[in-house]
């Protein structure tokens, strides 16, 4: 496989992994609002682990859903800044070196 399908296959990894978890945190807004079974916490911050980070804070942003919880309040844009530094380091490795 050539270098430029591993980025293709990693961009469309991201835009998936982001728009379930954007999808996730309205869902779980949805079902709080209605007492419903909800969406665990740990599943939410799972996701964001997961490259889904850039969905999960969106959907804290669109869907005002666990925006006064300091664990995704605080949690989630370090683990963005996290993940943004890895992938810059690894673009940085394939590209420049």
């Not at 399908?5 to 469309?12: D, N």
């Not at 804290?60 to 925006?67: I, L, Q, R």
Request: with cysteine.
């Amino acid at each position: 496989m050539e270098p430029i399908h591993h980025v293709y296959i990693a961009l469309l990894y991201l835009a998936s992994i982001n728009g379930l978890t954007f999808f996730l945190y309205g869902i779980d807004k949805w079902k709080a609002r209605r007492s419903r079974w909800r969406v665990s916490e740990g599943a939410l911050i799972g996701l964001a682990v997961l490259c889904g980070s850039a969905g999960a804070w969106l959907g804290m942003k669109v869907w005002h859903h666990k925006t006064l919880h300091a664990k995704f309040k605080y949690g989630l844009p370090l683990i963005m800044m996290a993940q943004m530094a890895i992938i810059g380091w690894v673009c940085y490795i394939c590209f420049v070196m």
